[in-house]
């Protein structure tokens, strides 16, 4: 008889057993499950360009994004889809033309690269400002020459403490997290667009 009472305790142990294994796996199926769906939620909706970070240096698209002169870049690399190409770890070196560089272009030149038939080749004048690197102003002093984002190459020209980049000259420079913002004061134009 307290063989036939102990095999019912390890019977009814082990039967215990499997159900708070099997209750457990439950719990952590769901909970994956609500994870990866809240997870692919918020990819969706915001993209690695959009996630907020008071913590650290802002990047290179951050910084347009926060500068009152570079409305037309922001509203240029929206319109091309390069927002997460900016954000990326880097190191980038991106020549940003203000607002008034924009606007010196011949008149409705802006409002057409915009238009989403135009979006390729927006993306390729984008692209032609952005290289991988994080130099100074005075650093680039040493090149001749910068192969860009869109596989082509600009020039580097020295006119005393000035240095321009494809004709454009760098009137500042702010560092990045992901690299560095050089403000220029004209639109660099790949050389198949000139």
């Known amino acids: 008889m307290q063989t036939t009472t102990k095999f019912r305790l390890l019977i009814g142990s082990f039967l215990m057993l499997m159900l708070f294994v099997g209750c457990k796996n439950e719990a952590k199926t769901e909970a994956a499950q609500a994870s990866s769906t809240d997870t692919s939620e918020e990819v969706v909706k915001q993209g690695q360009a959009f996630i907020e970070d008071d913590g650290s240096t802002p990047n290179v698209l951050q910084i347009a994004i926060g500068s009152p002169d570079h409305t037309t870049l922001v509203a240029a690399v929206q319109a091309a889809g390069l927002e997460n190409a900016l954000v990326n770890a880097g190191p980038l070196m991106v020549f940003a033309p203000t607002n008034a560089a924009f606007d010196a272009l011949p008149e409705g030149t802006v409002e057409n690269l915009l238009k989403p038939e135009n979006k390729d080749a927006l993306a390729n004048i984008l692209k032609h400002h952005v290289t ?63």
């Open 132 to 194: 991988a690197g994080n130099y100074s102003k005075d650093f680039l002093k040493k090149f001749k020459k910068l192969g860009q984002a869109n596989d082509q190459n600009t020039t580097i020209e020295v006119k005393g403490d000035d240095v321009y980049v494809g004709g454009a000259k760098i009137i500042a420079s702010i560092k990045a997290g992901n690299g560095i913002v050089h403000v220029v004061d004209k639109v660099i134009l790949p050389p198949t667009q000139e």
